[in-house]
């Protein structure tokens, strides 16, 4: 018998301009993936989530692999991360299970370890991931990022946060537009690279003040930020008529800063609120508006 879990993420700043180079901030969020494991005849994996559990086997087979281990397992996955894209619950998945192995066999690892193994597992998932949401969800905490061209070329700076940040996160409905959204801003790129340079200058201007902001705790100013960060996300065209919706609401209920986060094109939004209460309010307006949202700290 082994237990193990992994957080789920979001991305504060810089989907689509970490692409193309420049740094991005990312956390993990309080939600997280659950998995309890028991040794069996053969592979086999339960739970409520059906993306994971659809293409999960492979990903299973992978980490085994990669940890050396040949016995096989009944998996059993619970928790409270949805799998609305954009929120690393494949990743959290990996690490959970990566976790429970080394678990049931009494096996000692590192954070780096794990996030091996894990990145292993994502494989099985993304083909070629960038290895960022297996990172956060293993480590914890806030970080920038900066993606290299294969995921051991990445390089993570944690950001020393004074207190966590509550987020709103709704989800639009539309799944996995990534891969779209992605190819739309190379075209656009290709298409004006002088405009362009000129998005991601300011957009890396943005990010800086917020990598300095996170770190003095003012949560008035990191709002802004992530609003001027959601104009330029509009301005390179991967914001839909329902991220434009949630955001819209957010901030006519008391969010303090609202943008999309991870793809676009649908997938989810953030709202950064100031506590509690103003999070449990403005998840009731989302909800209410037909998104799926829920209450999350990040950091
Ligand atoms: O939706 P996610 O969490 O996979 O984030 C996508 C982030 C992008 O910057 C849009 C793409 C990428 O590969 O970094």
Redesign the pocket.
Known sequence: MGIGSGNG?S?LF??????HGAN?IAGAITNKVIVKIKQAKKNSVRSNYEIIEKMSLDGVQNILNSMNVIDKYEIEIDGDLPTY????SSAAFCVALTKAIANDKNIHLNESQINAHAYEGERAFHGNP?G??NFISTHGGIYEFK?GKTQKENQFGKIEIKKPLTLVISFSGKYGA?MK??SEVRKLKEDDEEKFSQIMDEYSQIEEEAKKMLEKGKIDEIGKLMNSNQSLLKEIG?CDELNDKAINIALKHGAIGAKI????GG?CSIALVEDEKNAIDLNKKLNDAGFKSFVTKVG
């Open positions: 993420k991305i810089g989907e689509h301009f970490v692409v991005a894209g954009g929120l690393g960038s960022v949401d993606r990534t959204t992605v991967v986060t991870g793809g676009g997938g």
